[in-house]
């Protein structure tokens, strides 16, 4: 199959480092709860989700940011506000996803928040989990991994925002 160039990226980077991991080739999938269900051994909470907002206090002060978090959550705006020490947050939109990714599309969209250059928040729930699995740049690709290693390689602000 021909994958999205991000996929190879984070294998290498996996493997490089001799970390365990694990792959999951599948049909597409475009939500957490359908994901889950094409990985087998792992639970919608080990699912690493990660979205990309805009987070602003001004015009001059605004960036994207990566939050991760278990896939059976939701954020708390408050509480990310707060970590961002954000006036105002929003999703990013598709364009703007596709431009800051080099054209992963969302639902696609790995919590390596650090190939793009793109700061990541992790919530501290995700690191109770001892492997994470989660899209790896295309919605037909997964890979599972240990919460350790994860933390190792992209090295998250541990915040809690769920």
Do not use: C
């Amino acid at each position: 199959m021909d994958y999205h160039p991000v996929v190879y990226k984070i294998r290498g980077v996996l493997e490089e480092n001799h970390f365990w991991f694990e792959v999951f080739e599948h049909g597409e999938v475009h939500t957490s709860k359908e994901a889950a269900k094409t990985r087998p051994g792992y639970t919608l909470g080990q699912g690493a989700k990660a979205m990309i907002i805009s987070a602003k206090n001004n015009d001059d002060d605004k960036k994207f940011v990566m939050l991760v978090f278990p896939a059976d959550l939701r954020f708390d705006n408050g509480k990310v506000k707060k970590a961002l020490s954000a006036k105002n947050i929003r999703f990013a939109s598709s364009d703007e996803i596709n431009r800051l990714t080099g054209g992963v599309k969302i639902g696609g969209v790995p919590p390596f928040g650090n190939l793009f250059n793109i700061e990541v928040y992790a919530d501290p729930k995700l690191f109770l989990n001892e492997k994470i699995v989660f899209n790896a740049g295309d919605r037909r690709y997964s890979i599972a991994m240990m919460s350790e290693d994860y933390k190792k390689i992209v090295n998250p602000k541990v915040e809690e925002i769920t």
